[in-house]
T-cell receptor, first 115, second 114 residues
Framework: ETGVTQTPRHLVMGMTNKKSLKCEQH?????MYWYKQSAKKPLELMFV???????ENNSVPSRFSPECPNSSHLFLHLHTLQPEDSALYLC??????????????FGPGTRLLVL | AQSVSQHNHHVILSEAASLELGCNYS??????LFWYVQYPGQHLQLLLK??????LVKGIKGFEAEFIKSKFSFNLRKPSVQWSDTAEYFC????????????FGQGTTLQVKP
């Protein structure tokens, strides 16, 4: 399955580091998403981009900074994170299908550990 | 506000047993409903979805789900599970329309014993 790819798959960073997560979709979709998946909690929507424009910021702290240079690429820039930010970060993409139902397709995620 | 509740957090079954995972949602309008599965070490995959028409929806790998509007439910079923069905299952709801957000339940871990 190579529809949505994410790099790196694993990341360990200190609280003073700056790092970036990358997502790329090969499905011709026009919307991209960042989610946070923590243990025993529902997936939390972080950001939504539609045609490169940010349409949703779900009260995410400013230490997370998204960037969407085009409809195929999405980045999540990380700086001065906290240990509680350790989680699996999932990227997804979507487009309207023939049934007018927007189905999201997910990448494998980046497992982030903040020390 | 929209919310999704999955009643079973951890389910253990033997192979060939029947499965039903509960999902209830809270939303005041027309909804689109989804079940996703996450196999160990793999990414989230769509199992099935409902948007209109027949409330009984069939998905991949023998799964089906029934939308009962009066009960705000979208339970997932499979008549006979296999060891390979061991995974985490997520119910999700989206308000119809382009701006509706996809809201996930907290997931149900299914463990199938051979």
């Amino acid at each position: 399955e190579t529809g949505v790819t994410q790099t790196p798959r694993h990341l360990v960073m200190g609280m003073t580091n700056k790092k970036s997560l990358k997502c790329e979709q090969h499905l011709g979709h026009n919307a991209m998403y960042w989610y946070k998946q923590s243990a025993k909690k529902p997936l939390e929507l972080m950001f939504v981009y539609n045609f490169k424009e940010q349409t949703e910021n779900n009260s995410v702290p400013s230490r997370f900074s998204p960037e969407c240079p085009n409809s195929s690429h999405l980045f999540l820039h990380l700086h001065t994170l906290q240990p509680e930010d350790s989680a699996l970060y999932l990227c997804a993409s979507s487009a309207r299908d023939s049934g007018l139902v927007e189905t999201q397709y997910f990448g494998p995620g980046t497992r982030l550990l903040v020390l | 506000a929209q919310s999704v509740s999955q009643h079973n957090h951890h389910v253990i079954l033997s192979e060939a047993a029947s499965l039903e995972l509960g999902c209830n949602y809270s939303y005041g309008g027309t909804v689109n409903l989804f079940w996703y599965v996450q196999y160990p070490g793999q990414h989230l995959q769509l199992l099935l979805k409902y948007f209109s028409g027949d409330p009984l929806v069939k998905g991949i790998k023998g799964f089906e789900a029934e939308f009962i509007k009066s009960k705000f439910s979208f339970n997932l079923r499979k008549p006979s599970v296999q060891w390979s069905d061991t995974a985490e299952y997520f119910c999700a709801v989206k308000g119809s329309g382009n701006t509706g957000k996809l809201i996930f339940g907290q997931g149900t871990t299914l463990q199938v014993k051979p």
